[in-house]
């Protein structure tokens, strides 16, 4: 497929990776990019070869935010009446796990994509912050929320309320990303194409079940998520992959998962 905004390819048979390439604008999020993005993710999804994808932008920059020229002159009645960005959440309900390859800005809208996929890994370069408040207004992509309950409140508010930018090493020590990975360039991709191929060489059943009973420990309450993990989990028994995972350790062998 021929996109405008974004480039697709597959560095591994089983690995997808998206890039982000608006270069000039530093990837700033416009809505046709975000539709191309929703597209590309959604054909992943549905393409059984894949078994996660990998996300990033350039060198400089992973997104510097939503499009700030596109929305400067939006009024209320315009942006409540279209929905203004809502679709921006379509990629939360892809079933693969997507890993965001974090190199240098992650602002506004970018940090809120980052936190929208499924693991992130930063090159030291990585820079995360809401600066929403600079332009007069408050993170719209989810970052207030998924910020609280991954940092906390107080560094959330600091955030949020200074428009400070947080280095790769900050995010990793406030737990908002898994790790910052090596120096080189192009290094973060490199390790999470790696990321990603360990996943698809797994069951792709129980990874996505693994994926949905993680995500529902941020919509549900505790005894509603143990409950729903454990009724997964007994129901993942009646899956070809368990049969096999678990033979193959009695029988000292590597599995040979069939995705059934
Ligand atoms: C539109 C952007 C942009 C953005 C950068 N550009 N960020 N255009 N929207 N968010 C454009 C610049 O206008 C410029 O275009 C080109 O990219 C290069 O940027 P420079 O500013 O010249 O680069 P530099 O001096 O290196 O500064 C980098 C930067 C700065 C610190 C990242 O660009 C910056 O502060 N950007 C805005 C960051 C921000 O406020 N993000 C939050 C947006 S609001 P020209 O044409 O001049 O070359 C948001 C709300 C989300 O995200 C809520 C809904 C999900």
């Known amino acids: 497929t021929n996109y405008t905004y974004i480039i697709a390819s597959r560095p591994e048979p089983a690995v997808a990776l998206i890039t982000l390439n608006r270069p000039k604008a530093l990837n700033a999020l416009c809505s046709p990019l975000f539709v191309e993005l929703n597209q590309a993710l959604k054909d992943l999804d549905n393409d059984a070869s894949v078994g996660a994808v990998v996300l990033t932008g350039s060198e400089k920059a992973f997104a510097a935010g939503a499009d700030i020229k596109e929305m400067k002159d ?5 942006a409540y009446k279209n929905r203004f960005l809502e679709d921006w959440a379509d990629m939360t309900k892809i079933r693969k796990p997507i890993i965001a390859a974090v190199s240098g800005y992650a602002l506004g809208g970018g940090c809120e994509l980052a936190l929208m996929c499924d693991i992130i890994l930063a090159s030291p370069t990585a820079k995360f912050g809401q600066p929403e408040i600079n332009l007069g207004t408050i993170p719209g992509g989810g970052g207030s929320q998924r910020l609280a309950q991954l940092i906390g409140k107080s560094r959330a508010m600091e955030m949020v309320l200074t428009g400070r930018m947080i ?3 900050e995010a990793a020590n406030w737990g908002m990303i898994s ?10 991709v490199k390790e999470a194409i790696a990321m990603a191929s360990e996943i698809s060489s797994k069951g792709q059943i129980a990874v996505q079940a693994g994926k949905e009973v993680v995500n529902a420990a941020y919509e549900l309450t505790l005894a509603e998520g143990l409950r729903f993990e454990r009724r997964l989990f007994q129901g993942l028994f009646a ?3 368990q049969k096999e995972g678990m033979g193959a ?3 000292k062998r590597k599995p040979k998962f069939t995705h059934t």
């Open 167 to 169: 280095t790769a090493t």
């Open 74 to 78: 939006k009024e209320f009645a315009d």
């Open 179 to 188: 790790r910052v990975v090596g120096e080189g360039e192009g290094e973060v």
């Open 239 to 241: 899956t070809n992959d």
């Open 249 to 251: 350790f009695a029988e």
